[in-house]
């Protein structure tokens, strides 16, 4: 079982940037789907954005033009930069590949 570790939430003000890590327990799944998804209060998990083995990446419509993923395979980690942060982007954010999870990171846009 993959164990996959989610780093580099906090508090940012509105039109701040944050960059999110997520460390894999395994290099093998580095060449494989790997996603960010994200729950906020109330609503249901929804995916963020995934980006393929080969690098290719795709967002949802909320976050296009703002947000980054990425994948370092030389440290097994993913990452998911985020820019133009909004207040609907508060949610805790979850690293993902297959049936594993991360513990998830909060972020909180707040003035």
């Known amino acids: 079982q993959v164990q996959l570790v989610e780093s580099g939430g906090g508090l940012v003000q509105p039109g701040g940037s944050l960059r999110l890590s997520c460390a894999a327990s395994r290099r093998s799944i580095m060449s494989y789907p790997m996603a960010w998804y994200r729950q906020a209060p109330g609503k249901q998990r929804e995916l963020v954005a995934v980006?393929?083995?080969?690098?290719?990446?795709n967002y949802a419509d909320s976050v296009k033009g703002r947000f980054t993923i990425s994948r370092d395979n030389a440290k097994n980690t993913v990452y998911l930069q985020m820019n133009s942060l909004k207040s609907e982007d508060t949610a805790v954010y979850y690293c993902?590949?297959?049936?594993?999870w991360g513990q998830g990171t909060q972020v909180t846009v707040s003035s």
């Open positions: 993902n590949f297959e049936q594993a």
């Open positions: 980006i393929s083995g080969g690098g290719s990446a």
